[in-house]
């Protein structure tokens, strides 16, 4: 199957600092999402990005599906943005498609 | 427009019994997902339900089985529970289309004693 690795495993950072996610896949996929899941274990969706660019607020993200990679990027850090990061990628085109997940970033912002 | 609701949120059970999980999708959302996480990783694919019908399974045994209900909402089985079952139980909705994007549930966090 797939492979997802993300980079880097931790991160620890002072509040106001920038960071770079890194998400890497081993084959050509039909859907990319970013999660957060915050302490109280619910996902949610930073970014639906099979390809291309987005941006919301402080967060943005890229994808660049021909080198398999997609990043995260975090600008002004703030301690709410605590919390494990994800991406995940399915490749089936239609129905019964499944998600496959990385291991996670771990963030900490500390004020 | 409701997001994906997951019940009960904790529950506490022990080896053997059987447990059932239950979750109601997105509006307008036709597929549902279920998702396993243990601690400190991150979620597995356990099956994936469109129309009422199992529609993809990952590694997952036998004794975890589900349903979809015409109104979209599902439930996962877990028959003779074990240890390594404790862990956090997703849920996922999605529409079928160029954009699938998947919507989750905040989880049911099964202990196993």
């Known amino acids: 199957g797939i492979q997802v690795e993300q980079s880097p495993p931790d991160l620890i950072l002072q509040e106001g600092a920038n960071s770079t996610l890194r998400c890497n896949f081993s084959?050509?996929?039909?859907?990319l999402q970013w999660f957060h899941q915050n302490p109280w274990g619910q996902l949610i969706n930073l970014f639906y990005?099979?390809?291309g660019t987005k941006q919301n607020g402080r967060l943005s993200a890229t994808t660049v599906a021909t080198e398999r990679y997609s990043l995260l990027y975090i600008s002004s850090s703030q301690t709410t943005d605590s919390g494990v990061y994800f991406c995940?990628?399915?490749?089936?085109?239609?129905?019964?498609?499944?998600?496959?997940f990385g291991g996670g970033t771990r963030l900490m912002v500390k004020p | 427009e409701t997001g994906v609701t997951q019940s009960p949120t904790h529950l506490i059970k022990t080896r053997g019994q059987q447990v059932t999980l239950r979750c109601s999708s997105q509006s307008g959302h036709n597929t549902v997902s279920w998702y396993q996480q243990a601690l400190g990783q991150g979620p597995q694919f356990i099956f994936q339900?469109?129309?009422?019908?199992?529609?993809g399974r990952g590694n997952f045994p036998p004794r975890f089985s589900g349903l979809q209900f015409p109104n979209y909402s599902s439930e996962l089985n877990v028959n003779a529970l074990e240890l390594d079952d404790s862990a956090l139980y997703l849920c996922?909705?999605?529409?079928?289309?160029?954009?699938?994007?998947?919507?989750f549930g905040s989880g049911t966090r099964l202990t196993v004693v």
């Open positions: 339900y469109y129309r009422e019908e199992e529609n």
């Open positions: 990005i099979p390809s």
């Open positions: 995940a990628v399915d490749r089936s085109p239609g129905a019964g498609n499944m998600l496959t």
């Open positions: 084959d050509s996929v039909n859907n």
């Open positions: 996922a909705s999605s529409f079928p289309g160029p954009t699938r994007a998947y919507t």
